[in-house]
């Protein structure tokens, strides 16, 4: 596809997930450490032909779409309806600007970026385009009439995304009769007259429905991905006049520490065990000192660029362990605040953020209390081809 597109990725996730039961709906169950939703999310923020990610959420779910999300760059969610249809519509309608649409279920997590390319390529002749996949196994009509084979020559098993001219399916939702439901939206761009082409669809996008398919999701995942380990290590020294930063927060103490950045040695220990976990150099390498836009920066910044380097090579933080060594501040009355903090950053639960503190029995630099060293140690699950 060639300039002045604006690609905008719809994902519906306002449904109850009922016929999957648990104790939350579907699309905020954890697989391999992150929501069905974050998971289907990340796929389109890493793809680079995509501009902008719209969410639709089901009323109530404000505060499982806030925990599963973060401060990730999404739109404002909407608020669904009680279809699926509903919801797409409603999620066009919030749309302000865009020149095509990939509608999403949020309950398919895993979007390769392949079939993205192949959708959008598919746009080019056609209005629309969707996944699908041939049918394998034999169909057959449940109930009175079992045994009732239904032949499979020219059946699919259609997938999401969907991609659209926005205007088009805009469109087609519009004139759909109020209370019919759709299944996909293709129909929908059907129904209104408009071609929709048939791309290779891919079995991971297969749509969690069922209570076993969480599980399915769970292998598959694990399947593909490998655990790699980084080790970070740092020290600043005492200074006086300079504020204190440690994992992130302003810590009230008469020293702070001297350096090129905020100087926060606990949030370079955790920035270096990233990017040492993917194998990409150190917190020197991405953020020069000598480079004058870095002086004073948040070390925030660092932890978000090495978070970010991360998900866009489909990686997935399992843990964190970091350890700050001084004699004084106690870590201790700050401990609960800093993992709060770092787990924000990372995008992870604190259950995955382990913040430990020792001193050195006043031996060395840090007993002496002349600065502070911090180690941590990062556990990351990558896929297996990196
Ligand atoms: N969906 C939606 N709004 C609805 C119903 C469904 O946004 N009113 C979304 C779901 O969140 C899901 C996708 O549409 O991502 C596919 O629907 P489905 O698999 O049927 O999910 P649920 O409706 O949540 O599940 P169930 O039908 O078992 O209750
Ligand atoms: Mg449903």
């Known amino acids: 596809m060639t300039g002045g597109t604006h690609i905008v990725a719809l994902i519906v996730a306002a449904g109850k997930g009922e ?8 699309q905020y169950r954890m697989i391999g450490g992150q929501s069905v939703l974050a998971h289907a999310v990340d796929a389109f923020l890493r793809h680079p032909v995509i501009d902008e990610v719209q969410v639709v959420i089901g009323a109530g779910q404000d505060e499982l ?36 649409v990939l509608i999403h279920d949020a309950a398919r997590p895993f979007v390769s970026g392949v ?36 032949p499979r020559d020219g059946l699919v098993r259609v997938q999401t995304p969907q991609a659209f001219r926005f205007d088009a399916i805009l469109a087609a939702h519009n004139v759909w009769p109020e209370g019919q439901d759709a299944t996909d939206d293709a129909q929908i761009a059907r129904a209104a007259g408009h071609a929709v082409a048939i791309v290779a669809g891919d079995p991971a996008l ?19 991905m490998i655990s790699r380990t980084g080790l970070g290590f740092d020290v600043h020294a005492f200074s006086d006049g300079a504020e204190l930063w440690l994992g992130g927060l302003r810590i009230d103490h008469p020293r702070g520490l001297a350096g090129h950045s905020d100087a926060d040695v606990a949030l370079h220990a955790i920035t270096d ?20 836009q870095w002086r004073g920066a948040a070390s925030s910044r660092f932890v978000d660029h090495a978070r970010d380097l991360i998900a866009a090579r489909g990686g997935i933080i399992d843990h964190v362990d970091l350890t700050i060594i001084c004699e004084a501040p ?35 630099f840090t007993g002496r209390g002349e600065g502070i060293a911090a180690q941590a140690v990062a556990t990351v699950r990558v896929p297996a081809d990196l």
Not at 130 to 149: E, F, K, Q, S, W
């Open 19 to 26: 016929r999957a039961g648990g104790d939350l709906p579907k």
């Open 65 to 100: 779409y806030r925990t599963a999300i973060g401060d990730r760059p999404l739109q404002k969610p909407v608020i669904g309806g009680a279809t699926r249809r509903e919801s797409v519509q409603r999620g066009l309608g919030a749309i302000a600007k865009a020149s095509h």
């Open 115 to 150: 079939v993205i390319d192949r959708l959008v390529a598919a746009l080019d002749d056609r209005p629309g385009a969707i996944p699908a996949l041939p049918v394998a196994d034999t169909l057959a009509r449940a109930g009175d009439a079992l045994g009732d084979v239904v």
């Open 206 to 224: 297969d749509k969690i429905t069922f209570g076993e398919d969480v599980m399915t999701a769970e292998d598959r995942l694990a399947a593909r």
């Open 273 to 292: 065990a990233l990017l040492g976990a993917v194998g990409d150099g150190d917190i020197g390498s991405h953020f020069p000192p000598s480079d004058a």
């Open 330 to 364: 106690k870590i201790g009355p700050h401990r609960d605040s800093i993992r709060a903090r770092v787990a924000g950053l990372l995008r992870v639960p604190e259950a995955r953020v382990s913040i430990k503190a020792t001193t050195t029995e006043r031996l060395g």
